[in-house]
């Protein structure tokens, strides 16, 4: 007789609230899943321009020939200057982009949980039923 009290779909359902639990822990997203944004940031009056993408990664440093004019340590600060301005911008701009898309884990996780309660009662309703039906059939010979 097949087992009805459904092993695999409470491994299935357990697996699902093992992987919210993570991502309810802070598990850095991949940067693949990440908003297709950009940040971008500015120094020295415009002279020196950074853009950031997704993951926090470096996307192009522009400098406008003036800049080469200044000491190496004042580029070099304007650079960093720039670059931070870049990545804030790139965290706005990604937590706006995601606020839309935002999804409560917490509450997500309950549900889950509800529906792999739920439903492991009903497999065993349906269980205790297909077997009171055999016995049935098998008393009726």
Do not use: C, W
Request: hydrophobic share 45%; no cysteine; net charge negative.
């Amino acid at each position: 007789m097949a087992d009805f009290s459904g092993p695999d779909l409470d491994h299935m359902l357990t697996e699902a609230r093992r992987t919210l639990a993570s991502m309810r822990s802070g598990a850095a997203p991949d940067p693949e899943d990440l908003p297709d944004v950009e940040g971008v940031g500015e120094a020295a009056d415009g002279y020196v321009k950074v853009t950031a993408e997704p993951g926090g990664r470096l996307k192009a440093v522009q400098l406008n020939p003036r800049a080469m004019r200044m000491a190496s340590e004042e580029l070099g600060e304007h650079l960093v200057a720039a670059a931070n301005a870049a990545l804030a911008d790139l965290r706005a701009k990604s937590a706006d982009a995601g606020a839309a898309e935002a999804v409560d884990v917490a509450a997500l996780s309950q549900q889950v949980e509800q529906v792999q309660n739920e439903g492991m009662r009903q497999m065993a309703a349906i269980s205790q039923a297909v077997s009171d039906a055999i016995s049935k059939i098998g008393g009726s010979r």
